[in-house]
């Protein structure tokens, strides 16, 4: 068993919902359970845990089979379909909203479900937390896992641990262009924050300990918009991070999450808004469809069996962030139809600029700037001559 490599798959999908994107209904959770059930039986994954958080249905499973399985993808792929007959036959909200595709080919990645997996030799103790979000992107863990795994005024490990004094390797994503590149921290500091203070793009995908590549941190990079090309619902995102011995502390992985950072994908998936830490009896969304909120949930994974979960944002420790993020709440809904309330318009998952751009098209008139304009800001964000 020592050198076996235990997967973590977590694998989820907004398959429809009680009371618009409020929370999912406990008879898709059964559903999708029954089929983890059988799976589990036929040996086919070592074990799971399903939850939610909003409206978004959460497979969480260990297995042996690697990342990318397309065995395990189908149990997951499966378990939605059968969540989705339920959700069907109870009206739920938006049924099937995250499931783009009708037949599966092997891989739920750009099917619409958002997937996060690892693949590692166990530790003798091995603490994970799984970090799933709604109402958000899966860049809303940029800044959480730069300051987890590069910032030492946050994480203590990076100064006073020898296994960490080394650094991290931050593989990013560009989402756009179907890129990817690796930084070395803190060594490339500024050159990856200059990325990724750029969240609808630049997403941090995976974090490898720079001393022995051993990985530390995955996070899921579909982004529903970009795979559909309309509108489908926002990507809310899934992390999984693994701590302690070596690896940041689940103290040092969780106080990020202190500041309720503004984030992308509040009502519909067009707004910022304040990611607030809550516990699962709190992981559903009210006001104006939010605030998005995030659950940890911390795993010990023992001979691939995961041990827990401990629900680790129930916590007084984070009522202050809750109440800061309320604040917030309060102070960007004042803003109305405004940004940066409300998203750039390249970023918008819901827009009548171009009908109101193309009524308007015979009204608009010459105007005297009193220069001629040189520069343009064009969808993309980028400047043009
Ligand atoms: P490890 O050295 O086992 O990661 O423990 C550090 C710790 O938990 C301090 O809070
Ligand atoms: P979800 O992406 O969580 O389904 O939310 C969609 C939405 O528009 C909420 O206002
Ligand atoms: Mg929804
Ligand atoms: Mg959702």
Do not use: C
């Amino acid at each position: 068993m020592a050198e076996e490599r235990v997967t973590i798959s977590v694998i989820k999908a907004d398959i429809g919902s009680l009371a618009g994107h409020h929370k999912v209904h406990p008879d898709t959770i059964l559903a999708a359970s029954r089929v983890l059930v059988e799976a589990k039986k036929n040996g086919k994954i070592k074990s799971f845990y399903v939850t939610h958080v909003g409206d978004d249905l959460q497979l969480i499973m260990t297995h042996f089979k690697g990342v990318d399985n397309p065995e395990v993808h189908e149990i997951a792929w499966n378990a939605f379909k059968e969540a989705t007959k339920v959700a069907k036959e109870l009206g739920l909200y938006a049924a099937g909203q995250d499931l783009l595709s009708d037949a599966f080919s092997g891989n739920v990645r750009g099917m619409g479900p958002g997937v996060a997996e690892m693949e590692f030799v166990e530790r003798p103790s091995e603490p994970v937390i799984v970090f799933m979000a709604d109402k958000t992107e899966p860049g809303a863990f940029n800044l959480p896992l730069y300051r987890i795994f590069a910032d030492p005024f946050n994480t203590a490990g990076l100064v006073i641990d020898p296994r960490m004094h080394d650094g991290f390797i931050f593989q990013v994503m560009d989402v756009y262009e179907g890129q990817v590149v690796e930084l070395s921290l803190p060594e490339e500091m500024y050159d990856l924050l200059a990325l990724i203070g750029t969240p609808s793009r630049y997403i941090i995908k995976r974090v490898f300990r720079k001393s022995d590549r051993e990985i530390g941190a995955v996070v899921s990079s579909e982004r529903l918009s970009l795979i559909a090309g309309r509108y489908v619902g926002k990507d809310d995102p899934v992390m999984i991070v693994r701590a302690q011995s070596g690896f940041p502390a689940v103290g040092e992985v969780l106080e990020p999450f202190s500041f309720p950072h503004l984030v992308a994908g509040w009502m519909r998936g067009s707004h910022h808004g304040p990611l607030m830490p809550v516990g699962l009896k709190d992981a559903k969304m009210t006001r104006f469809d939010g605030p998005p909120r995030v659950v940890a949930l911390g795993f010990q994974i023992k001979n691939g069996e995961l041990i827990g979960p401990a629900d680790l944002f129930d916590d007084p420790a984070f009522d202050e962030t809750r109440r800061l993020a309320q604040q917030i709440t309060d102070y960007m809904r004042r803003h109305g139809p405004f940004m940066p309330h409300r998203l750039g318009p390249e970023e918008m998952e819901y827009t009548t600029l171009p009908e109101v751009l193309e009524k308007l098209k015979k009204r608009f008139k010459p105007a005297d700037l009193g220069y001629k304009p040189h520069a343009k800001t064009g969808d993309s964000g980028e400047i043009h001559d």
